[in-house]
């Protein structure tokens, strides 16, 4: 098996940058791709991404370009493309065998697809693999203790990227599960915007607990009945994330929240932004997968009507309010 020295990443971002740092902090070599030609200057020239890690110094070792054949050859690529934007990158990758390793967070709109199933479509020979937990860009950037779930179908696969990413900060916990850990991923985000609602309106610290309890418990349900693990979902890729970003307004699912919340326009709050909160775009993705598989998902659902402007704060939480008193495991 290769030993995965020369690593790429596909997306500039905070994430994509943030990832690329970890690996070049030692001086190793690692290319990004960025879409912005502002992102490659600035890296390659002052060794900075001002548009989306601005405050975070890199290393020179860490190059940038603006060509995806450039990543040709290398032995592994970080995949960090918001999931709207993931398939028309992919396909714009050169041909190649290195493995793909997942780390965007949402379910694609039309196809219902995961980043891995959009993947596994095109490269059908290649190995694939998902990286997720609880990790904001910055504090990763900063070498700040962090541990975070590889998944890979192939346990060998998985151990050795697993071993191949680690640094002493920086501990990923390797699985089998992908599904899990991008279901785990995908509905945190939705959720996070739930609790930066509940936050924003100045519902109380009870109501932001039976938020991420009940909505683990959603997350569980999509997540079993599309043959995630239950221990993938209770841990780092699942509710691991949910209790970071359900938690901090550093999360920018949580901050969209916080704003619909205080009574914002959606349309406002989505208008111009250059960061993603994929949650915003997963939340009807999900709630019609839930819909058509017959799977309960009260707060994805809420979220992804306050999203597209279809109700209220008030009108939201009177609902879910008054929704049947059940039993809990039900
Ligand atoms: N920022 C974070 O702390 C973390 C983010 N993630 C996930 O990583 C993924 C990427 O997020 P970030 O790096 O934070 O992004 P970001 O919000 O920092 O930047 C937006 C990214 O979207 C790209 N983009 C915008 N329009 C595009 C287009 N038309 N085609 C292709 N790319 C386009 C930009 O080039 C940029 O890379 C998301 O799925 C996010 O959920 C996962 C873990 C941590
Ligand atoms: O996924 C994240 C941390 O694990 C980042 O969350 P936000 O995209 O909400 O900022």
């Known amino acids: 098996m290769t030993s995965f020295a020369r690593f790429g990443v596909v997306g500039g971002g905070a994430w994509g940058t943030a990832l690329a740092q970890l690996l070049a902090a030692d001086g190793a070599p690692v290319l990004l791709w960025a879409r912005e030609a ?32 450039d990543l040709a050859g290398l032995d592994a ?63 990763v950037a900063a070498g700040l203790p962090t541990a975070i779930t590889l998944a890979a179908a192939d346990p060998a696969i998985a151990d050795a990227l697993a071993r191949a990413l680690a640094r002493p900060h920086f501990r990923p916990y390797a699985s089998t599960d992908m599904i899990g850990a991008e279901i ?57 994330d949910l209790v970071l970003t359900c938690t901090s307004s550093n999360s920018r699912n949580f901050a969209l929240g916080q704003g619909l919340g205080r009574g914002e326009s959606a349309a406002v709050l989505m208008r111009d932004r250059r960061t993603v909160a994929e949650g915003a775009f997963s939340a009807p993705v999900i709630a019609e997968a839930a819909r058509a598989g017959g799977i309960d998902m009260p707060i994805t659902d809420t979220v992804a009507r306050l999203v597209a402007g279809e109700t209220g704060v008030a009108q939201a939480i009177q609902a879910l309010l008054s929704r049947p008193l059940r039993r809990e495991g039900a």
């Open 38 to 69: 502002e992102v490659t200057a600035a890296i390659n020239a002052e060794h900075r991404n001002p548009l989306f890690l601005p405050g975070a110094p890199l290393s020179p070792s860490l190059r940038a370009t603006g060509d995806l054949a």
């Open 77 to 139: 690529l970080l995949v960090v493309v918001p999931v709207p934007y993931l398939r028309a990158v992919l396909a714009d990758l050169p041909t190649d065998t290195a493995p793909l390793i997942f780390c965007s967070k949402g379910m694609e709109a039309g196809s219902f697809a995961f980043p891995v199933d959009i993947a596994r479509a095109l490269f059908p020979e290649r190995p694939l693999a998902v990286l997720s937990g609880p990790t904001f860009a910055h504090e």
């Open 184 to 240: 785990g991923g995908a509905v945190k985000n939705i959720l996070a915007i739930a609790c930066g609602i509940v936050d924003g309106a100045g519902l109380g610290l009870n109501a932001r607990a039976a938020l991420i309890s009940r909505g683990f418990a959603e997350m569980t349900r999509f997540g079993l009945a599309r043959g995630a693990q239950a221990e993938t979902l209770a841990g780092l890729a699942g509710l691991g």
